[in-house]
Nanobody, 120 residues
Framework: QVKLVESGGGLVQAGGSLRLSCAGS????????LGWFRQAPGKEREFVAA????????NYADTVKGRFTISRNNARNMVFLQMNSLKPDDTAVYYC?????????????WGQGTQVTVSS
């Protein structure tokens, strides 16, 4: 079992920045691929970014590429999402998630989410 707790959400003006954090506990954090997802009101949850075990490889949704950066610190059991040049369309609840590197490819563990609101 992996427990994930997000923090860092809030209200920001368009063009601003926020840094989301996610603290993990319960299992060997470095064995898990970590991702960020988001869900806007009335929309399905969508992928935002992911980082592999060593943080050497990352991938991003096209909508955030060049603006968001995912990173991790295995020693601190943390994953981060630096969000720059925020747009009103980035408004959503953001979730961090984890999947075991040898698992099915599905994210099995989820945090409770943190609200990000971008005003125009």
């Amino acid at each position: 079992q992996v427990k994930l707790v997000e923090s860092g959400g809030g209200l920001v003006q368009a063009g601003g920045s926020l840094r989301l954090s996610c603290a993990g506990s319960g299992r060997t954090f470095s064995n898990y691929v970590l991702g960020w997802f988001r869900q806007a009101p009335g929309k399905e949850r969508e992928f935002v970014a992911a980082v592999d075990l060593s943080a050497r490889n990352t991938n991003y949704a096209d909508t955030v590429k060049g603006r968001f950066t995912i990173s991790r610190n295995n020693a601190r059991n943390m994953v981060f999402l630096q969000m720059n040049s925020l747009k009103p369309d980035d408004t959503a609840v953001y979730y961090c998630a984890a999947r075991h590197f040898a698992g099915t490819g599905h994210y099995d563990y989820w945090g409770q989410g943190t609200q990000v609101t971008v005003s125009s």
